[in-house]
T-cell receptor, first 115, second 113 residues
C-alpha cells in the first residue's frame, strides 16, 4: 500500500530564509504527486502537482517541488519565505489504479515564519 | 463557479446521537472523497465514492460509519452513536476523474459532548 512520509512535523524560520520540506513516498510504480497548503482556519488548497514531464514543477506563491524518482521524493522548496507562508503543508500521492485511485496524505508539516 | 460545499460547518452532538455530514462536489465532478483530520495526525483517508458506488472504503471504521453518494443530491457521511473520539474535522474533496487533482471543501467540525 502506498504511504507518504513527511520528515519534519514543525519548522520555524525567519522571514527571507529558504525553505525545504521533505516528502518521501513508498510506492514504486507510476504516481501523481501533490503539495497542499492549509492556512489557519481554512481548507486545503493545491500548491502544485506533478503528473509527468519536467520533474521540477512550479506552483503558486513562489513554491516549487522536485520529483526525484530514484529517491521516491518530492520535496517542496521556496527560496525566501514570508510571514504569510505560516501554514501547514501536506504532501500527497495517488498511485492510480494500483493504489485504488485514492490520494494519500502525509502527516503534514507545520511551518511558522517569524516576522 | 462554486467549489466543494460542505454542511454543516460545525455540528455538536451528544454521545449516542447520529451525525450526518453533507458534501456537494464541484460542478462536473463525479468523484468524492472523505477525510478525517485530527490534531497532530494529518489527513486520514476514509472513503472514495463515485455516483451510487463506493469505490474504496478501506479507511472507514467498520462500525457506526457509512457513506453514500446517490444519483441525485449530495454525498453523505453518517456516523451513528457518536463517541467523544469521533470529534474531528471531516473534509470532503472532489475530482473530475480518478487519480486527478482533488479539491477540498471547507470542512465540517464535529464536536461530541
Amino acid at each position: 500500500a502506498q504511504s507518504v512520509s513527511q520528515h519534519n512535523h514543525h519548522v520555524i524560520l525567519s522571514e527571507a530564509a529558504s525553505l525545504e520540506l521533505g516528502c518521501n513516498y513508498s510506492y514504486g510504480g507510476t504516481v501523481n504527486l501533490f503539495w497542499y497548503v492549509q492556512y489557519p482556519g481554512q481548507h486545503l488548497q493545491l500548491l502544485l502537482k506533478y503528473f509527468s514531464g519536467d520533474p521540477l514543477v512550479k506552483g503558486i506563491k513562489g513554491f516549487e517541488a522536485e520529483f526525484i524518482k530514484s529517491k521516491f521524493s518530492f520535496n517542496l522548496r521556496k527560496p525566501s519565505v514570508q510571514w504569510s507562508d505560516t501554514a501547514e503543508y501536506f504532501c500527497a500521492v495517488n498511485a492510480g489504479d494500483t493504489g485504488g485511485f485514492k490520494t494519500i496524505f502525509g502527516a503534514g508539516t507545520r511551518l511558522f515564519v517569524k516576522a | 463557479n462554486a467549489g466543494v460545499m460542505q454542511n454543516p460547518r460545525h455540528l455538536v452532538r451528544r454521545r449516542g446521537q447520529e451525525a450526518r455530514l453533507r458534501c456537494s462536489p464541484m460542478k462536473g465532478h463525479s468523484h468524492v472523497y472523505w477525510y478525517r483530520q485530527l490534531p497532530e495526525e494529518g489527513l486520514k483517508f476514509m472513503v472514495y465514492l463515485q455516483k451510487e458506488n463506493i469505490i474504496d472504503e478501506s479507511g472507514m471504521p467498520k462500525e457506526r460509519f457509512s457513506a453514500e453518494f446517490p444519483k441525485e443530491g449530495p454525498s453523505i457521511l453518517r456516523i451513528q452513536q457518536v463517541v467523544r473520539g469521533d470529534s474531528a474535522a471531516y473534509f470532503c474533496a472532489s475530482s473530475p476523474r480518478a487519480a486527478d487533482t482533488i479539491y477540498f471543501g471547507e470542512g465540517s467540525w464535529l464536536t461530541v459532548v
